[in-house]
């Protein structure tokens, strides 16, 4: 019984991601009032998408990453509980909410009204870092652990000690995002791209 809820919520979750993947490439188009009469007019239009494009690689990045680390957390766990659905839900609110923040960094990041969009960006991070600490936290509650064995509690105590540090950088980035937008944007792609590299380093079980 457990083991099938456990499965129904990750195929949820998986559809969730999935949605959320496929709505960041909608900004990513000629505006329809582009006075196109040239193949030099076209090519000039898709450069100046490069921001929303870059925007849209950095949060397909974000999402990916987020979607392999759920899919390898879920693993670690053979029992569900309301807390534990719960954080999961919250964890899925940041996913999908993660390409608004996207569009305003496409169209703003290299204007004056940057620090807005990146503050945004951050702040979902922040949030995002919170939803993963209440899920390890309600998988490794004292009574009654949700966790498989041993090794996969230290898996989760793991998981839970690197959300904190997430919380700490990805607040700092917000803040900063306030004087920094430019350097702050640069280092959250440096940061993701960090991420994807370790993953796909990492040996598969």
């Known amino acids: 019984m457990a083991e099938s809820t456990n499965s129904r919520l990750e195929a949820f979750c998986d559809g969730v991601f999935a949605i959320a993947l496929t709505l960041l ?33 950095l949060s397909f990045t974000t999402i990916l990453i987020t979607w392999v680390s759920h899919h390898n957390t879920l693993k670690l766990v053979n029992k569900s509980s309301p ?6 839900g919250l964890l899925l609110l940041t996913i999908v909410f ?3 923040p996207t569009s305003l960094l ?5 204007t004056d009204h940057a620090t807005p969009a990146v503050a945004l960006y951050s702040y979902v991070n922040v949030l995002m870092a919170i939803s993963w600490n209440l899920l390890s936290r309600a998988a490794l509650r004292p009574k009654h652990p949700l966790t498989v064995n041993e090794k996969s509690t230290l898996a989760m105590r793991k998981i839970n000690r690197n959300s904190y540090y997430s919380i700490g950088i990805n607040t700092a980035f917000t803040v900063l995002a306030f004087w920094f937008p430019l350097l702050v944007a640069l280092f959250i792609c440096v940061i993701w791209i960090t991420w994807l590299i370790i993953g796909m380093k990492i040996k598969g079980e």
């Open 106 to 110: 496409g169209q703003y990041i290299l």
């Open 83 to 88: 807390q534990f659905i719960y954080s999961n």
């Open 25 to 57: 490439i909608i900004d990513i188009k000629i505006p329809a009032g582009a006075n196109i009469k040239t193949n030099d007019d076209l090519w000039l239009a898709i450069k100046n998408l490069s921001p929303t494009i870059v925007a849209f690689l």
């Open 98 to 100: 993660i390409p608004f």
